[in-house]
């Protein structure tokens, strides 16, 4: 099998299975004030260290959640709870993952008046819909850093800008851009999850600038500062930790196979077009239409590379991309669009190995047309 889903889920590096798998042996409570106890506490704290690290924002603090998904509603909607009087609105972008979309439009419930910024046709958000849009009653202003579908990168520093200038608070989705890139503000909040740097699923973290309080979304034991009960899981925390230090370790190998990949993956595609900025995009991610295709048939046919049509959170649900209709894209376009995702362990003769097989199939589509 060829994988090429990296926006969906990353590889285990080997590093972090060694790490997990002797950490099997060890099952101290970290909550425990027994010497068990405390070496579980003390792995767990080395973790959240290494991840701060790599997520390099200074004054804060981290704290471990189930995924990015607890972590961003954690966030929404502890905001929404404890916002100020008059302060009502919640603004985010078209685009965001459904973790954010959903549990913006649950907040009305709360209360909140959620606003969904429109972007323009390459992806990105439309700043005068934005300046418009955040005003002296947004409470939380959110925006992903790199887009889970088609890559794009949002101007975090303008729209952070437009948050401060109103004393709103600002939360990024930084899944799919942590570990690759830094983020070019310090954000109020930032969800991250481990699944996406070759770390163990089931584990997250959100990062909570300062001293900044909100509302816990879960109650029990008060672990985690108060802001997430339960029992931690020293495994997983020890799994995104080492994951993390790779990250960093490795950033700028990294990224110069990555870049790598990139121009062969657009050679190889030269008569396809992209979805999304060109310009402003993480280059691990290549969203691309030939229309007139049925993207479904190719990946039905091309059973030895795992790709996708877009969110694999939506997988299945027979809808096209709410991220490409946004961006103007007709329903049949969305239908002809595959999205490949490469990274760390791709090869580049897997990426054209994939390529040919993808190409044949296309191609074959169009004979029969």
Same mark, same amino acid.
């Given at each position: 099998?060829?994988?090429?889903?990296?926006?969906?889920?990353?590889?285990?590096?080997?590093?972090?299975?060694?790490?997990?798998?002797?950490?099997?042996?060890?099952?101290?409570?970290?909550?425990?004030?027994?010497?068990?106890?405390?070496?579980?506490?003390?792995?767990?704290?080395?973790?959240?260290?290494?991840?701060?690290?790599?997520?390099?924002?200074?004054?804060?603090?981290?704290?471990?959640?189930?995924?990015?998904?607890?972590?961003?509603?954690?966030?929404?909607?502890?905001?929404?709870?404890?916002?100020?009087?008059?302060?009502?609105?919640?603004?985010?972008?078209?685009?965001?993952?459904?973790?954010?979309?959903?549990?913006?439009?649950?907040?009305?419930?709360?209360?909140?008046?959620?606003?969904?910024?429109?972007?323009?046709?390459?992806?990105?958000?439309?700043?005068?819909?934005?300046?418009?849009?955040?005003?002296?009653?947004?409470?939380?202003?959110?925006?992903?850093? +790199?887009?889970?579908?088609?890559?794009?990168?949002?101007? #975090? &520093?303008?729209?952070?800008?437009? =948050?401060?200038? @109103?004393? !709103? /608070?600002?939360l990024c989705d930084a899944v799919q851009g942590f570990g690759r890139m830094p983020l070019p503000v310090v954000p109020d909040m930032v969800a991250i999850s481990a699944h996406k740097v070759h770390g163990p699923k089931g584990i997250g973290a959100l990062w909570l600038k300062g001293d900044l309080a909100i509302p816990p979304?879960?109650?029990?034991?008060?672990?985690?500062?108060?802001?997430?009960?339960?029992?931690?899981?020293?495994?997983?925390? +020890?799994?995104?930790?080492?994951?993390?230090?790779?990250? #960093? &370790?490795?950033?700028?190998?990294? =990224?110069?196979? @990555?870049? !790598? /990949?990139?121009?062969?993956?657009?050679?190889?595609?030269?008569?396809?077009?992209?979805?999304?900025?060109?310009?402003?995009?993480?280059?691990?991610?290549?969203?691309?239409?030939?229309?007139?295709?049925?993207?479904?048939?190719?990946?039905?046919?091309?059973?030895?590379?795992?790709?996708?049509?877009?969110?694999?959170?939506?997988?299945?649900?027979?809808?096209?991309?709410?991220?490409?209709?946004?961006?103007?894209?007709?329903?049949?376009?969305?239908?002809?669009?595959?999205? #490949?995702?490469?990274?760390?362990?791709?090869?580049?003769?897997?990426?054209?190995?994939?390529?040919?097989?993808?190409?044949?199939?296309?191609?074959?589509?169009?004979?029969?047309?």
């Amino acid at each position: 099998m060829i994988y090429l889903d990296y926006q969906a889920t990353t590889p285990l590096a080997p590093e972090v299975i060694a790490a997990m798998t002797e950490a099997l042996a060890r099952y101290g409570n970290p909550h425990s004030a027994h010497a068990m106890g405390r070496r579980a506490a003390a792995e767990v704290e080395l973790a959240r260290d290494r991840v701060s690290r790599t997520l390099g924002l200074g004054d804060g603090r981290l704290i471990f959640t189930s995924g990015a998904t607890e972590a961003l509603n954690t966030a929404i909607q502890g905001v929404a709870r404890g916002a100020p009087s008059g302060r009502t609105r919640i603004v985010a972008i078209a685009t965001e993952h459904a973790a954010v979309l959903d549990t913006v439009t649950a907040c009305a419930l709360e209360g909140m008046e959620p606003v969904f910024l429109p972007v323009k046709d390459d992806g990105l958000v439309d700043m005068n819909a934005a300046e418009a849009a955040i005003d002296e009653g947004t409470a939380l202003v959110i925006a992903m850093q +790199a887009n889970n579908e088609i890559g794009v990168l949002q101007p #975090l &520093d303008e729209i952070s800008a437009l =948050a401060e200038k @109103v004393g !709103a /608070l600002f939360l990024c989705d930084a899944v799919q851009g942590f570990g690759r890139m830094p983020l070019p503000v310090v954000p109020d909040m930032v969800a991250i999850s481990a699944h996406k740097v070759h770390g163990p699923k089931g584990i997250g973290a959100l990062w909570l600038k300062g001293d900044l309080a909100i509302p816990p979304l879960m109650h029990g034991g008060g672990q985690e500062g108060g802001l997430r009960s339960g029992t931690l899981s020293p495994l997983l925390c +020890a799994g995104f930790g080492v994951a993390a230090k790779l990250c #960093l &370790d490795r950033r700028d190998e990294d =990224a110069a196979h @990555v870049e !790598a /990949l990139w121009e062969t993956a657009k050679a190889l595609f030269a008569g396809w077009t992209i979805n999304g900025s060109v310009d402003h995009r993480y280059h691990g991610n290549l969203n691309i239409r030939r229309d007139g295709i049925d993207a479904a048939r190719i990946l039905s046919s091309c059973r030895r590379v795992a790709m996708s049509l877009g969110s694999a959170c939506a997988s299945g649900s027979g809808r096209t991309s709410h991220v490409l209709r946004a961006t103007g894209l007709t329903d049949m376009q969305a239908r002809s669009s595959i999205r #490949l995702g490469f990274g760390r362990y791709t090869t580049m003769s897997d990426l054209e190995e994939a390529a040919l097989l993808i190409l044949e199939t296309a191609s074959e589509q169009e004979r029969i047309a």
